[in-house]
């Protein structure tokens, strides 16, 4: 078996991968309107993944770009 493969109990809650946006929005401390002009704004670089008319937030993705706006003293 491989290594990268993680087998969790049955009765197990998997961590939370990705966020929706209103989940992302409270995450964030912002309101669900600045999140979606963040998202098209393609400049922000805010890690997001689209399945059709869905928009997804990866948690690991968002924790490492918030984390780079904070290194860098903000956004713009």
Known sequence: MSKDIVTL???A???CLALRPKETARAL???ERKLWEITADRTS???HVRFGRSILY???ELTE???GLAAKGGGR
Do not use: E, H, N, Q
């Open 58 to 60: 990866p948690v690991r």
């Open 13 to 15: 809650v998997p961590p």
């Open 9 to 11: 109990p049955p009765d």
């Open 65 to 67: 770009w918030l984390a």
């Open 29 to 31: 401390g912002i309101g």
């Open 45 to 47: 670089g805010i890690p």
